[in-house]
């Protein structure tokens, strides 16, 4: 149940984007309940949380199916658009360029991204998605400091 998101791995076709999409929605559900000064904290905790159970979650799966990275575990897209989200502000710009980034990195997997994949199991799994949203947490951070959407 986890390594799917709680099913968002199970939709079709796309299963990554709709695990990004999910996280999103609950991400914007989570964050209208948190006092300004929470937000961020409870964002990067998340992201952490999302890592550590993650993994030995796909690893499981990936061992279940014999799949090396079966595509319905979406647990790795979660992590990573938490992280692509954090300090971004509540408002749909932030939300939409925040999952548009994500799924662009997630995708592209530019240097180092795609050679994480070769980790072992669910590490492989879900750091190279980490890594994205390390990506998409720069470009976002950058689009914010220069103002290149408003809030």
């Given at each position: 149940?986890?390594?799917?998101?709680?099913?968002?791995?199970?939709?079709?076709?796309?299963?990554?984007?709709?695990?990004?999409?999910?996280?999103?929605?609950?991400?914007?559900?989570?964050?209208?309940?948190?006092?300004?000064?929470?937000?961020?904290?409870?964002?990067?905790?998340?992201?952490?949380?999302?890592?550590?159970?993650?993994?030995?979650?796909?690893?499981?799966?990936?061992?279940?199916?014999?799949?090396?990275?079966?595509?319905?575990v979406?647990?790795?897209?979660?992590?990573g658009?938490?992280?692509?989200?954090?300090?971004?502000?509540?408002?749909?710009?932030?939300?939409?360029?925040?999952?548009?980034?994500?799924?662009?990195?997630?995708?592209?997997?530019?240097?180092?991204?795609?050679?994480?994949?070769?980790?072992?199991?669910?590490?492989?799994?879900?750091?190279?998605?980490?890594?994205?949203?390390?990506?998409?947490?720069?470009?976002?951070?950058?689009?914010?400091?220069?103002g290149?959407?408003?809030?």
């Open positions: 149940m986890l390594a799917t998101f709680f099913g968002a791995g199970r939709i079709k076709p796309g299963p990554g984007t709709w695990g990004s999409l999910a996280t999103l929605v609950v991400w914007i559900v989570i964050s209208h309940f948190l006092p300004g000064g929470w937000i961020v904290p409870v964002n990067v905790l998340l992201a952490a949380l999302v890592v550590a159970v993650g993994i030995p979650a796909a690893t499981r799966v990936a061992r279940a199916t014999g799949i090396k990275d079966p595509q319905f979406v647990i790795d897209e979660t992590a658009q938490l992280i692509t989200l954090i300090g971004a502000p509540l408002a749909w710009k932030s939300f939409l360029a925040g999952f548009i980034l994500f799924r662009a990195f997630d995708i592209v997997k530019p240097y180092p991204v795609r050679q994480l994949e070769s980790l072992p199991e669910g590490t492989g799994i879900v750091v190279d998605d980490v890594a994205a949203g390390l990506y998409g947490l720069v470009v976002m951070q950058l689009l914010l400091h220069f290149l959407f408003g809030h």
